[in-house]
């Protein structure tokens, strides 16, 4: 049974530049939440999606957009990247009802030059 | 918007001795749960706690969720070089049932 695996696992992007960030769920889980944690730091919640809409929103600006298709697996995408973006993506899945404990992948180590 | 502050930032025991890790948040919480997160790893779910007052224990292990929803402990007994990591809680607020807001962590060294 795989659990929740992301790619790429590490990136290099310029400032302005786009990326894109994929997660596949553990087999089951129907949500995804996507955290950006920066170095000595706790997890930022960025949004979470349910039923291919994205359910709730943390403090990010719009740069930041993300896509759930009918798998359930799920895109980040960064527009227009500043330096401070530079930090660890995680993706994180679950079973539905938010009340249930989330299953983290290994992330993406995203850098901005 | 919502804050959840834990103390210590760090410590460092030698293996054997105890160690506890304190969260609070700014607004009373519908449920906490608790994440280990290795050096270069990613968060591991550890436990949620539900109900006012909760106490739950896992062998080494206990979590406390305190009477007004707004706190939470976590402690290890006669820790061990395994314990090494930074500890999370983290909090869903009443009011957003989605958004999981993590802790600042509590960084654990443990030596022989």
């Known amino acids: 049974d795989a659990g929740v695996t992301q790619s790429p696992t590490h990136l290099i992007k310029t400032r302005g530049q786009q990326v894109t960030l994929r997660c596949s769920p553990k087999?089951?889980?129907?949500?995804v939440s996507w955290y950006q944690q920066a170095l000595g730091q706790g997890p930022q919640f960025i949004f979470q999606?349910?039923?291919?809409?994205?359910?709730q929103r943390g403090n990010f600006p719009d740069r930041f957009s993300g896509h759930q298709f009918p798998n359930y697996s799920s895109e980040l995408n960064v527009n227009a990247l500043l330096l401070g973006d530079s930090a660890l993506y995680l993706c994180?899945?679950?079973?539905?009802?938010?009340?249930?404990?989330?299953?983290f992948g290994p992330g993406t180590r995203l850098t901005v030059t | 918007g919502q804050q959840v502050m834990q103390i210590p930032q760090y410590q460092h025991v030698q293996e054997g001795e105890d160690f506890t890790t304190y969260c609070n948040s700014s607004?009373?919480?519908?449920?906490i749960q608790w994440y280990k997160q290795r050096p270069g790893g990613h968060p591991v779910f550890l436990i949620q706690?539900?109900?006012?007052?909760e106490v739950k224990k896992q062998k080494r292990l206990t979590f406390q969720f305190g009477e007004a929803k707004k706190n939470s402990s976590l402690h290890i007994t006669a820790t061990q070089t395994t314990d090494v990591g930074t500890y999370f809680c983290?909090?869903?607020?009443?009011?957003?049932?989605?958004?999981?807001?993590f802790g600042t962590g509590t960084r654990l060294q443990v030596t022989l």
């Open positions: 607004t009373t919480l519908s449920n």
């Open positions: 087999s089951g889980h129907d949500t």
């Open positions: 706690l539900v109900k006012s007052g």
């Open positions: 983290a909090g869903r607020d009443t009011g957003t049932a989605s958004k999981l807001t």
């Open positions: 994180a899945s679950s079973l539905g009802t938010p009340r249930y404990e989330q299953y």
């Open positions: 999606y349910y039923e291919e809409e994205e359910r």
